[in-house]
């Protein structure tokens, strides 16, 4: 492997880790303050690469894509309110089976609307420009992604350190019953949440779909577990560590192809989930759980 | 006017009634305390009081309006904070921003800073500690934190869940010499407790619970002088707290 194939492999790595990197942040977030796993995330992920379909079918990129992240943003706090809000004094497993539930239905709603044949996702013009860096040809989105995430993932810090806001999402994701005892409202702080970790799963479409080009109903699951497992190996609830995550995912999964081992990519990503819930179950940057008294 | 009227408050956990129409009252300015031991409905009274609990049936009178079934949020605005039991100070945030949160729906910038130095006057131990996390503070710093917290809410009235649990003995008589100086400010105090004679000693007026119904009431000096009262909740403990 030349030098500059072995860039081309990072670049195109590093790129792809940061979608995930933006899906997964999604998963920490919602179980940070909720202790659920959004299985309906993923395909929240494939409904937002639907959208953009039909966004760019009648409006210019410019338009499209803040339609596309409101509309995601739309149906990610519906699905909160609709499926999960009504279950919050249940059992975990019941949430749970709710989200299954949703997953399966969005699933099945976008086979009915949208047939299950691949759909292809519409070019947006400057994420494809070509870029030659000496040897390296690569596109634009390559190297947007990486920084925009790392940016966003920032910002999201930011909030949630310094913010009134970010305060009060810290507290509800300790203790539900004291934070309305200050005054928070809980219900809000949730929708928030998931409004956040919709926006940044559209943005992640974007990214990724604009790389495979097309969008089928299932197009969600595959990335949706990956990401799911690199929130879990940077330390679920952490947002730093659902960065690093998707980084290491994307990077381990691009070399693999890139050595041949295409086969073996989905396989060896589930086998980091396996590893690192033996040898570190809170993740690389998670903090210990400690029971509530 | 009483600034808390209960009335004939119910309130149901499941199937078992927690509540079986108990009534009292809050004068502004007052210390009140229910005693009782455990599992005879002192925390669920405080729960429903603040929003927490939906009571079954029955009606919260405060400072003349009727604030039964509101939320917590909504009691809180009204001045209604509550001490929970087991401190629940948030671990992951620090001291000040523990004290912050406890101010949470005020906006009045100036005068939140003001409380804050009044806090920090009253528990210098926990300026020190400001950008200590609250998960690592000993239990009696803890205590300190969430008065400190309900007090950033500038209470009317203050509600303490059993301050003094799993305190030692001299951090407990502290806990209890603050709560008479807030008392002393004009903050109305409603005091649950376990530890009766403390309570009793501090209170103007208790109520004293059995199984989700008031059976007793007086004055502090009188329910501490009573024959019942000392057999049944007093017992080795009054002795053990004669010091305090």
Redesign the interface.
């Known amino acids: 492997m030349s030098f500059s194939t072995f860039i081309q492999h990072c670049l195109t790595g590093i790129s792809l880790g940061g979608a995930y990197a933006l899906i997964s942040i999604g998963y920490t977030l919602v179980y940070g303050i909720l202790l659920l796993i959004n299985f309906a995330h993923a395909d929240i992920f494939m409904m937002a690469g639907y959208f953009m379909i039909f966004a760019m079918a009648s409006f210019p990129w410019q338009v499209a894509i803040p339609i596309v992240i409101l509309a995601t943003v739309v149906l990610g706090v519906v699905i909160e309110r609709v499926a999960y809000k009504p279950l919050r004094n249940a059992p975990r497993m019941s949430v749970m089976i709710s989200a299954i539930g949703v997953s399966y239905l969005l699933q099945n709603l976008a086979t009915y609307l949208f047939s299950a044949l691949p759909q292809g996702y519409p070019t947006i013009p400057p994420l494809k420009k070509v870029i030659q860096l000496g040897s390296v040809t690569t596109s634009l989105v390559t190297l947007i992604t990486p920084v925009l995430t790392i940016l966003l993932v920032i910002l999201l810090m930011l909030l949630v350190r310094h913010s ?1 806001f970010g ?2 999402m ?2 509800v ?3 539900f ?2 934070s ?6 809980i219900n809000r702080v949730v929708s928030y949440t998931f409004a956040i970790g919709s926006a940044l799963a559209a943005i992640g479409s974007i990214l990724y779909f604009t790389d495979r080009m097309s969008v089928t109903p299932f197009s969600g699951t595959m990335p949706g577990l990956k990401c799911f497992v690199a929130a879990v190996l940077g330390g679920i609830g952490s947002i730093p560590g659902a960065m690093i995550g998707g980084f290491i995912i994307g990077i381990t999964e691009t070399f693999l192809v890139a050595f041949g081992y295409s086969t073996y990519s989905d396989a060896v990503t589930f086998l980091f989930l396996i590893i690192i819930l033996i040898v570190r179950p809170t993740g690389l940057l998670g ?1 210990e759980l ?1 029971e509530k ?1 | 006017m009483s600034l808390l009227e209960i009335q004939d408050l119910r309130v149901n956990y499941g199937g078992i009634k927690a509540l079986k129409g108990i009534s009292f009252t809050v004068e502004e300015g007052e210390i009140v305390t229910l005693i009782g031991s455990n599992g005879a409905g002192k925390s669920t009274t405080l729960k429903a009081i ?3 609990l939906k009571p079954a049936a029955g009606k919260i009178m405060y400072g003349g309006r009727d604030i039964t079934g509101l ?3 909504q009691t ?2 009204q001045g209604v ?2 001490v ?1 039991e ?1 401190r ?1 100070i ?4 620090t001291v000040l ?1 523990n004290l ?3 101010a ?2 005020r906006s009045d910038k100036g005068k939140i800073q003001q409380d804050l130095e009044r806090v920090y006057d009253l528990f210098p131990r926990l300026k020190e500690r400001s950008w200590q996390k609250g ?1 690592t503070l000993s239990g009696g710093e803890q205590q300190m934190l969430a008065v400190g ?1 309900a007090l950033m ?1 500038r209470p009317r009235l203050l509600m303490m869940d059993e301050p003094s649990l799993g305190l030692a003995p001299l951090v407990v008589q502290d806990i209890f010499k603050i709560i008479g100086e807030i008392n002393a400010t004009g903050t109305t105090v409603l005091l649950i407790e376990q530890n009766a004679s403390a309570a009793l000693k501090l209170a103007r007026r208790g109520y004293v619970m059995v199984t989700g119904e008031i059976n007793l009431e007086g004055s502090g000096s009188d329910l501490l002088a009573n024959p019942s009262v000392q057999e049944a909740y007093l017992g080795s403990q009054s002795r053990r707290h004669a010091r305090l």
């Open positions: 009134k305060m009060a810290r507290a994701s300790k203790d019953e004291t309305q005892l200050m005054g928070i409202k903090e400690t008294v | 603040s929003g927490l939320d917590a949020q809180v605005d904070v509550l929970p087991g629940k948030f671990p992951n945030l921003e912050k949160i406890g949470y729906l998960g917290r809410a």
